[in-house]
């Protein structure tokens, strides 16, 4: 593989080694043949724990696991009891995944906690390394669970979610060891926390196309997913005339047509990814379809006037053909803005790398969702992207390159103001004075439950059995 001149000198970086070498052994606690597979409150999940615990310990952490399953490493700045900036990312992982998404951001933060050792007793706020057990929503058919309850935004109809096996998450929790009427402790007071930075791999090809192996993270996407149900008439294939079908599939087809022309010209992403037609006889015209629209933008706005023009044509084509179409909203996610002052710093850490164009950083949103979501609701957040190689991530092919993660480990070092380049950080700003960073509102505010939500990574969308959770195909976004 070709590595960039300005980065080769990062190849041999003893901590891009290590943490790539750790992303291998995670990828070994696995109960899915042939594949990558870690649910939250799992015996995965209790093997993770403990692994990157030690880890932990071995890089002087205190560790604990907080009330709803999430492994959280800490070390304390220049007095014990300051406020925590938060680096970390999730451990679980969708079936089929690859090695590095969400593991790697973090690894990358325990790299950064052996650079920040030495310079403890002046860092002016504590750093914890926090792991996530639920980003992917692949057991119980709905993520973030563990960001949110850190965020205090715990919503007391999630104990009745059910995994395949037809288990409560209540009765996960007693089974794993913890206590359901405890999980308000795992909530995070807004002054114990100085903001939350995350790691990741992109889940698309915006750095690699523009050359760059870090980005800084601008929003994370919002979404809005439906389920639509297009009805016609079941008659013999053979025996129909056209001028006489309500063919529930044909209009189907048109339907999807039309939401990829719509979203390619409104420069929103729609995505149609599930899709069943009954009766399903060779010789029947189908009778009806049920299919899901996945739809999101880097902010509302777009997203909303892209479902509106939608909306609107897909009616129109149910009512050319006869049929009747009906649509239910699973799931309404709002774009998460990233701190500007974070975005400033990240951009600064990044131009103290050799990456290429680090003197002007890609800014870029993300395509997909992050327990930073859920953070948002407690304090400001923060994410730099790693190059990812073709884009493509929940896939076994998903791959990073040492040296984009050794340019990854710097800038983050740099941003928290122990980096020897950096005289602007998260510690001091160059002028003696530290970033001040403070909650984007002013409490912690739930996610919309106008719908009942579901996994963010497309778990439970169509409402029927036979719709199964399977790996995304290679390209596919995380959540």
Known sequence: MHVPERTRSSITDPSAARALSRCDELAGITSMEGGILRTYLSEEHHRQNDLAASWMQEAGLSTRIDAAGTLIGRMEGREPGLPALLLGSHLDSVPGAGRYDGP???IMALEVIHRLAPHRDQLPFAVEVVAFADEEGSRFGSGLFTSYAMAGAWQQDWWEHTDDQGLTLREAFESFGLDPTRIGEAARAPEEIRGYLEAHIEQSTQLEEAGRALGVVTSIVGERCFTLTVTGEARHAGGTAYHHRRDALVGA????????????????????????????????IPRE?????????PADAPREAAWEEMSARLHELAEARGLRLTVEEFLRAPAVECSAPLQKVIAAAISTTDDAGAEDPLHTYSRAGHDGVAMSEVTEIGMLFIRCTGGISHHPDEHVTAPDVALGIQAFEAGLGAGPQLKMGLADNGSGQRVQLGRLRPSPRPP???????????GRSCPRSARSRTAPPSGSGST
């Open 289 to 297: 379809v049920v299919f899901s629209i996945d739809l999101r933008a």
């Open 104 to 106: 790697l951001g973090v």
């Open 448 to 458: 919309d439950r106008s719908t009942s939500r579901t996994s963010r990574r497309g």
């Open 253 to 284: 087809a048109e339907m999807i047509a039309a939401v990829e022309e719509i979203g390619r010209r409104r420069e929103v992403v729609a995505t149609v990814g599930q899709i069943e037609a009954a009766p399903g006889a060779v010789n029947v």
